[in-house]
């Protein structure tokens, strides 16, 4: 059972769902946690795994040897610039590059070598019983695909049973990055909060979610006993799973990186949360079924 959360914006509380829940599960079936916010990784503050393995990540570039005849082939090509040929030089700006070969395969003179450079990293942990991996994309850099993949390959490494439970904390927003750690989810659960930059963040990730042909269902943080969020769930016909309070409380815990489940009062909460997603998934895979 793969579970996708995230959120239209960043804030929500998505991080906090995903380790809670994760935690919630942990004790009585295989789970693993996914932290695939590459860019701004946080989920392993509250976890504090004992870190067992870590692996870099690699992207290759152009390397321009002494065949090149600067004909300006190489140049051409590339849809994202990564090359000039300027006064019989060739100068290549890896940081632009994408990694996708092309220049090699359009040099009538093989005059370009790959070479590869450090893009991030996956961390690989544990915590209880709880296996914990996180992508973490170099300072600098703002290519996450390939660090992402490399993740989602680590992840499908350790997924070995039907009744394992993957949490796949994504980033906010609706980008690629988005897309690529969503796909393939049995659920995916958007997070958000009773405002109107939540809800029009909300709508954003429900027409992904929509457009992906994903499954999903929205828990309300920060819930202050309104009725926007939920009027607006009713309004869609998307299934509301429930909420977490607006609670000072729950603050204090997150300010000093301690998850929620160490506290009685929210650990009864993430458990039972965690059973009515559990419960959802697997009435929706049986109505699939019959239909």
Known sequence: MRLAVLSGKGGTGKTTVAVNLALSWAPYRKTTYVDYDVEEPNGFIFLRPQIRDTSTVFLPYPEINKACTFCGKCSEACQYHALAVVGGKVLVFPELCHGCGTCGIVCPVGAVDEVE????????????????LQGVLKEGE???????????????????????????????????????????????????EPTLFGLHDLKIAVGLMREMGLDFGVIQNKDDQGTLIQEYCAQEGITLLGSIPFDLEIAKIYSRGQSLMQDRKWNDLFKTLGERIVTEVKQRKTEGEII
Do not use: F, M, N, Q
């Not at 450090?118 to 019983?129: A, M, N, Q, S, W």
């Not at 350790?158 to 796949?168: D, G, Q, R, Y």
């Not at 990055?177 to 958007?190: M, Y």
């Open 117 to 132: 450079r450090p893009l991030g990293k996956i961390d690989e942990g544990e915590r209880d019983g709880l296996l914990c």
């Open 142 to 192: 703002s290519l996450a695909g390939p660090v992402i993949r490399g993740l989602h390959r680590r992840e499908k490494e350790h997924s070995s049973s039907l009744e394992e439970i993957i949490v796949a904390d994504c980033p906010p927003g609706s980008s690629c990055s988005v897309i690529h750690s969503a796909e393939g989810s049995d659920l995916a659960i958007l997070v958000t």
